[in-house]
């Protein structure tokens, strides 16, 4: 067989290149998907970002809410600039394989937010720390649904 082989360099020189052909292709996958977990992480990183400024932007509205309506009014509309920003996110998620169903979260985002925040200064303490309370929960809950389908989806590995 081996002389056959000696005999026959045009095999062995196909076998190598099949060989080497195989490794490549391993090496070109194993990239391919650590470059996609990275791209989906970052935008991960980044929804979880505008989702910490946006909970301890509304934290400071809700416990210093400005006397004048328009300002308020203002306010909300920048909440309601950063909740589109978080569904664009979301929508980017989606289009890496990790979907999160539009759940309450977002819907208790939004109204602990906006919802008569332009009489915010009208409502008593307690009334706010409620809305605060709300927010943060909402936002942690999304956070951990977010994260716990990235990590479903590209599980850690033991080394």
Same mark, same amino acid.
Do not use: G, T, V
């Given at each position: 067989m081996i002389s056959w082989l000696n005999s026959n360099p045009s095999v062995i020189s196909f076998i190598t290149l099949s060989i080497i052909f195989i490794g490549w292709s391993v090496v070109f996958q194993n990239s391919k998907r650590i470059t996609d977990r990275n791209e989906t992480y970052n935008i991960l990183r980044s929804l979880i970002d505008k989702l910490e400024k946006i909970v301890n932007e509304g934290t400071n509205?809700?416990?210093?809410?400005?006397?004048?309506?328009?300002?308020?009014?203002?306010?909300t509309k920048v909440f309601l600039n950063y909740i589109a920003h978080i569904k664009s996110d979301l929508k980017l998620l989606e289009l890496r394989k990790i979907t999160i169903i539009k759940n309450k979260n977002l819907v208790i985002i939004r109204s602990s937010l906006t919802l008569n925040a332009e009489s915010?200064?009208? +409502?008593?303490?307690?009334?706010? /720390?409620? *809305?605060? &309370?709300? +927010?943060?929960?909402?936002?942690? /809950?999304? *956070?951990? &649904?977010?994260?716990?389908?990235?990590?479903k989806l590209y599980p850690l590995t033991d080394k």
């Open positions: 509205f809700w416990l210093n809410p400005s006397s004048n309506n328009l300002e308020n009014i203002a306010q915010a200064n009208n +409502l008593d303490l307690e009334e706010r /720390s409620e *809305k605060i &309370e709300d +927010l943060a929960e909402a936002i942690e /809950s999304l *956070k951990m &649904e977010c994260y716990s389908k990235y990590m």
